[in-house]
């Protein structure tokens, strides 16, 4: 039997925690797919059709990186767009690219019962262990609460550490520790290690600094280099990041109910993908006192594009400043850094005002 070497498309540093569920889980070698970059666009875009999202070319980019490091066999969930049409086009683009992979989509079975989806995860490795699965599936979710736990705690410190690049070195070793974890025990230890180590990091953040709030579409606000690095740079400014959509809140404990009643002055109906998730956040983010809110999307994501006249009323109801981005393939960077940079200096000025 041919050795099965998978992959899944890179989504921040979620692909350690993936690394373990596909190498002890379902039994396979797991190819970490390369970091995105300038390359992975050129090559999604090269092959997608010209209007579809940005997020669509990356995961192509990617999966063609994967396959010529070795990967024989990917895994695609569809992501949580509304359209779920990533798989088939994808699987079909490749096809047509002469590519012969193993192409594994689970938007498929994302809302069927249970036998159906383990039938779905079959299709990686037909002699996988629903045992071993089982084991380490609580050890997998368990880090990915972890992971997002600790980038949640540098997003609001790094902007203020005295020796500039402590929190990405401590951040590394973390990552990289994380990838020799294989049971609960060790992981709840490294987790309380490098937390205790995130502390001990020296910061000089004043009493009342600017915060921002990051809301939006899944994946370009996720992804760091499909948003330009945004969280970085607004670190650097010395400001406060808090960005809430990650896998852990939108997957694992989505409070659909709360933010349900807590939008319904703004929203009644589900508009799909993230965008009640959207509206929630930018709505806690104003009443909790923020100085700006900047919202990040792929260009065309109806949802995302549907949330936005919501956000003008909370912007409106809360005398708050929201930022708006839309990245596609060809935005500017230098466009990009000269609005951001104009964003932080409206928002200090307007709090040097209320002094």
Not at 63 to 92: P, S
Not at 153 to 171: C, L, P, Q, T
Not at 199 to 206: D, F, G, R, T
Not at 274 to 279: L, V
Request: some cysteine; proline content about 5%; aromatic content about 12%.
């Amino acid at each position: 039997m041919k050795e099965i070497k998978a992959s899944f498309p890179q989504l921040g540093n979620y692909c350690t925690p993936l690394e373990l569920l596909f190498t002890v889980g379902f039994g396979v070698d797991y190819i970490v797919p390369p970091p995105i970059t300038k390359k992975t666009l050129a090559l999604g875009s090269r092959y997608s059709p010209d209007y579809v999202c940005a997020p669509f070319k990356y995961n192509l980019g990617n999966f063609i990186e994967t396959i010529e490091a070795g990967a024989n066999t990917l895994v695609q969930t569809g992501g949580v767009c509304r359209l779920r049409y990533y798989g088939e086009l994808h699987e079909q683009i490749l096809r047509d690219l002469g590519y012969k992979v193993k192409f594994v989509n689970m938007a498929k079975v994302q809302d069927a019962n249970p036998i159906s989806f383990y039938n779905g995860l079959k299709e990686i490795n037909p002699q996988m262990s629903l045992k071993k699965i089982a084991g380490i599936l609580p050890v997998v979710l368990k880090m990915i609460e972890y992971i997002d736990k600790a980038e949640d705690f540098i997003r609001k410190n790094v902007g203020f550490e005295s020796k500039a690049g402590a929190f990405d070195k401590v951040h590394t070793d973390f990552l990289n520790d994380l990838r020799t974890v294989r049971d609960k025990k060790g992981l709840n230890i490294t987790y309380r290690n490098y937390m205790k180590r995130f502390k001990e990091i020296e910061v000089k953040k004043p009493s009342n600094p600017l915060k921002v709030g990051i809301v939006g579409e899944y994946y370009t606000i996720m992804e760091p280099f499909s948003n330009h690095y945004i969280e970085k740079e607004l670190a650097q400014m010395g400001i406060v990041v808090d960005r809430w959509l990650n896998v852990t809140n939108t997957l694992l404990h989505y409070p659909k109910k709360q933010i349900k009643e807590h939008i319904e002055n703004y929203a009644k109906y589900p508009m799909g993908a993230t965008s009640m998730a959207t509206i929630d956040r930018a709505l806690e983010f104003a009443k909790k006192g923020y100085d700006g809110i900047i919202h990040v999307k792929s260009f065309g994501c109806t949802p995302e594009i549907d949330a936005i006249p919501i956000l003008q009323n909370i912007s409106n109801d809360y005398k708050i400043p929201i930022l708006y981005f839309s990245f596609d393939t060809q935005t500017s960077e230098t466009g990009f850094n000269t609005r951001l940079e104009a964003f932080y200096d409206m928002i200090i000025m307007r709090k040097e005002t209320k002094k």
